[in-house]
């Protein structure tokens, strides 16, 4: 149902045709994610106000610019970062802490396994099943 409810979110509300949402959902983005185990992996979506744009860029450093959602790290993200500490990412993992909680009525736990900030293409989040680990 989270991953009908996303395509849906692409599709009617983001106007995005079928051949982007293909590309999307085959780079594994999305808010539902991959199970692996006892976690799901989760890879963000570009920001939704330039997702056109990122799969059309072919620079890394406007890539990871265009892909960030969040204003603060998007304005510097390719600048030294210094005054930004990685632990900054956990905001965006809450979104999917606050989705698997609310999905499962149990905690979760949650993990940020790339992030473009730290110069990766992409932001991955691992979201632990059991908090035992």
């Not at 860029?57 to 990871?64: I, L, M, V, Y």
Request: hydrophobic share 40%.
């Amino acid at each position: 149902m989270l991953q009908q409810k996303f395509e849906s979110l692409l599709r009617d509300t983001l106007k995005i045709d079928n051949e982007l949402i293909n590309t999307i959902l085959n780079n594994g983005m999305g808010s539902a994610g991959v199970l692996d185990g006892n976690k799901i992996i989760a890879t963000k979506i570009p920001k939704s106000g330039y997702i056109k744009q990122y799969f059309q860029a072919t620079n890394p450093d406007e890539k990871r610019a265009l892909y960030c959602h969040c204003p603060r790290v998007r304005d510097v993200i390719n600048m030294p970062i210094e005054n930004i500490p990685e632990i900054y990412c956990y905001c965006g993992a809450g979104f999917y802490k606050d989705i698997w909680e609310q999905i499962l009525q149990k905690p979760v736990k949650v993990e940020v396994l790339t992030s473009v900030m730290k110069g990766d293409d992409v932001c991955k989040i691992a979201i632990h099943l059991h908090l035992d680990l």
